[in-house]
């Protein structure tokens, strides 16, 4: 079945750095992918929908500058937390959209664990 | 706007034990409904779903009916196995198409 990779699966990182994560769809091609973060005991909250070849769109509330997302590719969006602060600790899932002729599924990556230290 | 709320965990059972996860939703119009599930270091993977009322989503011998009158999709296993410890997501789509709303996950363990 289609598989999605994220990477790293866990980061620990310094205050005021900037922390990149990969999305990749290995075999097949996504022209949207999803990034969400999840609160411990808490849901999962969309972040943005990243597309292929055109700007992000962000869901209300997060900020643009601090969650950068580049999908320059048909398999590959990546999230940057820039300057990152200990708020910013969080579990980070994306998600690839892929397209049949016959339906829609959505296949998770196993998520990032990012501490701000 | 859309919201999943469903059972908080832990859940600890006993292998063959009967398992239910509470879930109901809010949202306006005629949602999607999924159940997903998160086996340790993995991602989520899609268990079952259900586009309308009164539909039966099953997999792995688990099943949920949505349930338009309580606004709910309870998750239910006859007889689990220590192979379905995970973490269990209620999730909606709506008028939004494929964007999810996710409930916050239930944790499942199984003993042997």
């Known amino acids: 079945g289609a598989v999605v990779s994220q990477h790293p699966s866990r980061v620990i990182c310094k205050s005021g750095t900037s922390v990149k994560i990969e999305c990749r769809s290995l075999?097949?091609?996504?022209?949207?992918m999803f990034w969400y973060r999840q609160f411990p005991k808490k849901s999962l909250m969309l972040m943005a929908t990243s597309n292929e070849g055109s700007k992000a769109t962000y869901e209300q509330g997060v900020e643009k500058d601090k969650f950068l997302i580049n999908h320059a590719s048909l398999t590959l969006s990546t999230l940057t937390v820039t300057s990152a602060h200990p708020e910013d600790s969080s579990f980070y899932i994306c998600?690839?959209?892929?397209?049949?002729?016959?339906?829609?599924?959505?296949?998770f990556g196993s998520g990032t664990q990012l501490s701000v230290l | 706007g859309d919201s999943v709320t469903q059972m908080e965990g832990p859940v600890t059972l006993s292998e063959e034990a009967f398992l239910t996860i509470n879930c109901t939703y809010t949202a306006t119009g005629y949602p999607s409904l999924f159940w997903y599930v998160q086996y340790p270091g993995e991602g989520l993977q899609l268990l079952l779903k259900?586009?309308?009322?009164?539909d039966k989503g099953s997999n792995k011998g688990f099943e949920a009916t949505y349930r338009k009158e309580t606004t709910s999709f309870h998750l239910e296993k006859g007889s689990v196995q220590v192979s379905d410890s995970a973490v269990y997501f209620c999730a909606l789509s709506g008028a939004a198409g494929n964007k999810l709303t996710f409930g916050g996950g239930t944790r499942v363990l199984v003993k042997p």
């Open positions: 075999d097949f091609q996504a022209t949207t």
């Open positions: 259900a586009t309308k009322a009164d």
């Open positions: 998600s690839a959209l892929h397209r049949d002729r016959i339906n829609e599924k959505l296949f």
